[in-house]
């Protein structure tokens, strides 16, 4: 769920090049589980975990290592904990990482893509939950995993 939303975000965020944002379906990780919840776009990973246990440590530090800029994705209940763990790993990874709750990574892009302004956030989320329920439909077959749009009380 959390990787679409951040797939969903990234294509409104950069339309023009929505196509070249590539990310693992759920059966992508069933059959490759050490390797979680990754979104690529240019040059830039994306590891999006629900849990510190999902976190794939070893291609987070291969894919740091290759040159790629890394971010990591949780809930940010657990973003502190992650940060800690990254600080103390053998590797070094804290440096080379960008360690960030997914809400706030979300939000900050709906409101740069909004200019600050929050009737066009407003428009900005909708779009990004129809997109996410598009990909829902697309790559995961659970229609429950959708989300009921709201109306916003804004224009569209």
């Not at 987070?60 to 600080?87: F, M, Q, T, W």
Request: hydrophobic share 45%.
């Amino acid at each position: 769920m959390l990787r679409c939303l951040v797939v969903a975000a990234l294509a409104i965020r950069f339309p023009d090049h929505a196509g070249d944002i590539r990310f693992r379906t759920k059966i992508d990780v069933e059959a490759s589980p050490g390797q979680q919840g990754d979104v690529l776009f240019n040059d830039a990973v994306f590891y999006v975990a629900e849990k510190p246990r999902d976190v794939d440590f070893p291609g987070i530090v291969s894919n740091a290592s290759a040159g790629r800029i890394v971010y990591l994705l949780v809930p940010s209940d657990h973003e502190l904990v992650l940060r800690k763990y990254a600080e103390n790993h053998d590797s070094g990874i804290y440096k080379q990482v960008n360690i960030s709750g997914v809400e706030q990574f979300i939000s900050l892009l709906l409101y740069r893509m909004a200019k600050f302004d929050h009737d066009e956030a407003l428009r900005q989320l909708r779009r990004l939950l129809a997109k996410y329920n598009e990909l829902v439909t697309r790559y995961e077959n659970n229609p429950s995993l959708k989300i009921v749009i709201p109306n916003f009380g804004v224009a569209q």
